[in-house]
Every structure is written in C-alpha cells, then in structure tokens.
C-alpha cells in the first residue's frame, strides 16, 4: 500500500502531468507534497527490508540454501527495499520534466550531487525488484509453492519486462532531447505492476507458511500449494497420505 501512494495524485492537486513526469518528481524537494511521498516510499522500502530480511534470517518461506531460486529471489528483495528507503532520502531538487531551467541545470551538471545519488538508488530498486520478481516466480513454480504468485506471476512478468523496455526507452529518448514518449506512464505502469506482484507474493506466503497443527479427525485439509515449514526446507510438496475409511466392528 506505501508503494502505491503515488495514486493520490489522481485526487491531489501536485502540479505534474503523470503521462510526461518522472514518478520520483512527486517527491522532489520543491513539491508542496514532496514530503508525504518521501515519507510513503521510506516504509515501503523499510517493510520490504523486515520481511524479506526476516525470511532470510528464518529460513522460512523457502530462503534456504537448498532452495537458490527463492534465497536469490528474497536477497533481491532486501536489496529493494534498502534502495527505495535510501532513494527517499536522496530526492530530486526540482523536476527537470516540466522545469526547463531545472532540465538545463542537470544537462549542465549544476544540480547537487543527490540528482546522481538518486538515480543510482532507483536502478537499483528497480534491478532489484526484477530480480525478486523472476527469482521468487520461478520457484514458485518450480517447487509449487504461493498458489497466487504460481498463478499470475508469470504473466506479471511479461508485463513487467515490457514496461520496463518503455520505461527506458523513454528515459534515453528524454535524456537525448527527443522529448519524453509518455515517460510517466510507462514508469508508472511498470511500479504498479510490482505493487501487484507483491500483493500476489504476501497473499501466497501468508496462505502458505503457518504453524504445523497436530492431526485431528476432523481437520480441514491444508489448501492446494501450501506447504508445513518442513517441507518448504526440502523445497518440495509431500504427498498426502491416504485415507483410510474406518469399518464398524
């Protein structure tokens, strides 16, 4: 939700064409609300960085060294989170997609050092979340774990990869004075779509990874593609174990 607080400038008064800004110009430091969506991305990223830290400190969730994809997958998404908590201290100091002064400053270099600062930050948040993305869908399939993520996560991806080629296409086109071929949609378009595949991922893991009950008669069967801690160490679904009808004396 800390992740998707940009949608408020649907119903915010910001100043900047979300077709053409960059997203991060939101939270520039000449923005009357700059300062609530440094304040959103800073818990996106520290959330993101508990849980996927907790992960790997645990093991649970399948961030164990048997299982490469899924540790590969929740280092990324650490990494993630600690550039989108260090990317909301390093903000822009103007908007140089609708500031033509701002524009010239930082073609000529006279924007602070923050400006460099902040893009490097948001390539890796961005290289990051790929990462997470492919590494935590491929074992998700792999291994049949988070039935949502399994399920959509792939089709997620290809949008993702597509909208991060528009993304930089853009980027590259803006940089080079060739306008900015619709920058802030396709930059908004590829973060919405990590919005989703998180949600996708806490729905799965929190249908998945729960304390093992002990076996009683009536029991509830546990649902299609979760998995008891033990067998998430193994990186693999056990067969259940057949029923036995039980016959009158």
Request: aromatic share 6%; with cysteine.
């Amino acid at each position: 939700m800390a992740y998707t607080a940009w949608v408020l400038e649907v119903v915010l008064s910001t100043g900047l064409d979300p077709v053409q800004a960059y997203i991060s110009e939101l939270a520039a430091e000449d923005q009357p609300l700059g300062g609530l969506f440094r304040a959103t991305d800073l818990v996106a990223g520290l959330c993101l960085l508990a849980a996927a830290g907790t992960a790997l400190a645990t093991g649970r969730a399948g961030a164990s060294r048997r299982n490469r994809w899924a540790l590969a997958g929740w280092a990324a998404l650490a990494l993630f989170g600690a550039a989108t908590a260090a990317d909301s201290r390093l903000p822009l100091s103007c908007t140089p997609t609708s500031d033509e002064m701002c524009a010239a400053r930082e073609t000529a270099g006279l924007v602070p050092a923050t400006h460099t600062a902040h893009a490097v930050t948001s390539s890796l948040a961005m290289a990051g979340a790929l990462t997470a993305l492919v590494s935590l869908t491929v074992a998700a399939r792999r291994y049949r774990w988070w039935p949502p993520v399994r399920r959509f996560g792939p089709w997620l991806l290809g949008a993702e990869l597509l909208a991060t080629g528009w993304s930089l296409a853009s980027i590259a086109a803006f940089q080079a004075g060739r306008g900015t071929w619709a920058l802030g949609a396709g930059q908004r378009l590829q973060v919405l779509l990590v919005a989703l595949w998180l949600g996708l991922l806490a729905l799965g893991v929190a249908r998945s990874v729960r304390p093992a009950r002990p076996a009683t008669p009536n029991a509830p069967e546990r649902p299609e593609g979760s998995a008891t801690p033990d067998e998430e160490a193994d990186g693999r679904e056990r067969p259940a174990e057949p029923v036995r009808e039980r016959r009158p004396a």
